[in-house]
């Protein structure tokens, strides 16, 4: 351990959740020496930089207060390894594209790799904790391989899951609703628990740090995601209904959501959840539940991701029909292409697909997001030549036949649409795939607006 500090804190995976979390750490913690390692150099770079590699609210303040006090990021994996007291592995877990499980199953390769990394470096005893997101029973393999050493070095591995979200990270590391910490229920396993509380401690009230077993913990995680993406679900499934039958989902919406055994949020109807982690982790958890024989389970838990299959698709084919059956040669401006507001982050935007499908139907895009047009850019590469990249909304729609707001961004609510109509080919139409602008407002001006889960208002017979 480093003079002056208590312990070595060293974070493997320099992400979206391992930056923010780390960073708050050091923030709160300046007695601890936190580092951040990652096999991505340029990540690692852009991290000692003025240019963080995430765009995310507050960040840069805090990491600009800490970095180089108690925060310190480098590639230099084996010997963080070797000084740390206590390693955080947040690697990334995506789906399975290969063999069995594939397209379902989590690939658990990187955080194998990791682990094997760890026993190799190691020349201390040491604590793991996953805070990547992982099926059920990870840490056991995981204890088997850090064990399997015959050099008296023992391990213990413990899941404390991460519950941010993307774009308000700051806020939910700062005043989590929970910090949930799982080991083994044995002298070490809870001694080891005892010294990640202590961290959390720092910031965070213990009614709120919550401890269990690790199996429970690991579960926990993924049974969050769950529900809420299967909230989503249920209410964009209802937004068809509403449009079938002129109810309008966000009163729908309102008077369900006021019983506080249903509660009002994760209720917006959308074009559809993105976001790296709810299909990843409903499909873990749908091949789990399969591969324990519990089909019906699995079959229930894999309808939360058709459904929001269904919900892009469809809102693809309400502009279609809108637009007289036919997308080819007519220029689409697309609001927002991030898989959510206040992030540059597009991994499973919706936008992604519904960008590919009008594509497909030869329309011509010009994509507008404040954050997200390099990913947006990376997304679409394929594409070059029918799809324009424009920062500014005004310039992105004009000249379009139709706008599609795909993202939630403020600055969409207060934009002047008159102006933005006067430069549109007419009819002009808005598709508000977040429910975000004022539709009466647009309408009175001269467009056609199709929001989601409410009758359209239309000028057209
Ligand atoms: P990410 O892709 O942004 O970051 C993962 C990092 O790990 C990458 O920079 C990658 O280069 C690095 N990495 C991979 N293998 C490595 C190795 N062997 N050694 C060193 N570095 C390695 O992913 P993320 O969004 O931060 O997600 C990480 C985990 O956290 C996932 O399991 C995810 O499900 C979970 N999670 C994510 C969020 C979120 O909001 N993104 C929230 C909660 C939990
Ligand atoms: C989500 C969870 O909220 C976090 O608790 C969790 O830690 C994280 O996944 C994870 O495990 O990665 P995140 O994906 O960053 O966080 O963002 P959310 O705010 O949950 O939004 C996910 C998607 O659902 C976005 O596309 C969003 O636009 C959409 N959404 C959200 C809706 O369509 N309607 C809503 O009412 C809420």
Redesign the pocket.
């Known amino acids: 351990m480093t003079e002056d500090f208590k312990q070595n804190l060293l974070c493997i995976g320099a992400g979206y959740v391992g930056g923010p979390t780390m960073a708050m750490i050091a923030y709160k913690c300046p007695h601890y020496r936190v580092t951040l390692v990652d096999i991505n150099a340029r990540r690692i770079d852009e991290w000692n930089s003025d240019r963080l590699p995430i765009y995310e609210p507050g960040l840069d303040e805090i990491v600009k207060a800490v970095r180089g006090k108690n925060l310190f990021f480098s590639t230099d994996i084996e010997n963080n390894i070797r000084e740390a007291d206590i390693i955080f592995v947040s690697v990334n877990t995506p789906t399975k594209t290969f063999g069995v499980g594939a397209g379902m199953a989590a690939d658990l390769q990187y955080w194998e790799k990791t682990a094997r990394q760890i026993l190799a470096c190691s020349d201390s005893s040491k604590i793991v904790v996953e805070k990547s997101?992982l099926p059920v029973r990870t840490a056991l393999a995981m204890e088997r391989i850090l064990n399997s050493n015959n050099r008296h070095l023992h391990f213990d591995v413990l899941s404390n899951p991460?519950?941010?979200?993307?774009?308000t990270a700051i806020n939910d590391l700062l005043k989590p609703d929970r910090v949930l910490v799982g080991s083994r229920l044995t002298d070490s396993g809870i001694a080891a628990r005892q010294q990640v509380v202590d961290i959390y401690a720092n910031w965070v009230p213990m009614e709120r740090i919550v401890t269990s077993d690790v199996w429970s913990s690991e579960l926990s995680?993924l049974v969050?995601?769950v529900f809420?993406s299967q909230?989503?679900s249920t209410?964009n499934a209802i937004s068809a209904i509403c449009e079938k039958s002129e109810a309008d989902v966000a009163n729908v919406a309102r008077a369900a959501g006021m019983d506080p055994r249903i509660g009002s949020?994760?209720?917006?109807a959308?074009i559809?959840?993105?976001?790296?982690?709810?299909k990843k982790?409903i499909l873990n958890l749908v091949y789990i539940s399969k591969s324990y024989g519990l089909d019906e389970v699995a079959d229930y838990l894999h309808s939360i991701v058709r459904i929001n299959a269904y919900q892009k698709e469809r809102f693809v084919e309400n502009m279609l029909q809108a637009m007289f059956n036919t997308l080819a040669g007519k220029r689409i401006g697309i609001f927002g292409f991030a898989?959510?507001a206040n992030t540059g982050d597009t991994r499973e935007s919706?936008a992604i697909y519904i960008a590919r499908r009008l594509l497909e139907e030869q329309a011509d895009l010009v994509i507008s997001d404040p954050k997200a047009l390099g990913n947006a850019r990376n997304d679409l590469a394929d594409a070059d030549g029918r799809v324009a990249y424009v920062e500014d909304p005004y310039q992105a729609a004009s000249g379009c036949h139709a706008i599609a707001v795909l993202t939630?961004w403020d600055q969409y609510k207060t934009l002047d649409y008159e102006k933005i109509f006067a430069g549109m080919v007419k009819p002009a139409f808005i598709f508000d795939g977040r429910n975000i602008i004022d539709h009466q407002h647009c309408f009175d001006i001269g467009f056609n607006v199709y929001p989601i889960g409410k009758p359209p208002l239309t000028h057209l017979e």
């Not at 991460?162 to 774009?167: H, P, S, T």
């Not at 949020?265 to 917006?268: E, F, P, S, T, V």
């Not at 559809?272 to 709810?278: L, T, V």
């Open positions: 997101t991460e519950f941010l979200a993307e774009g995680k969050s995601n809420l909230r989503i209410i949020r994760y209720l917006n959308s559809g959840f993105g976001g790296s982690c709810f982790d898989f959510k919706p939630e």
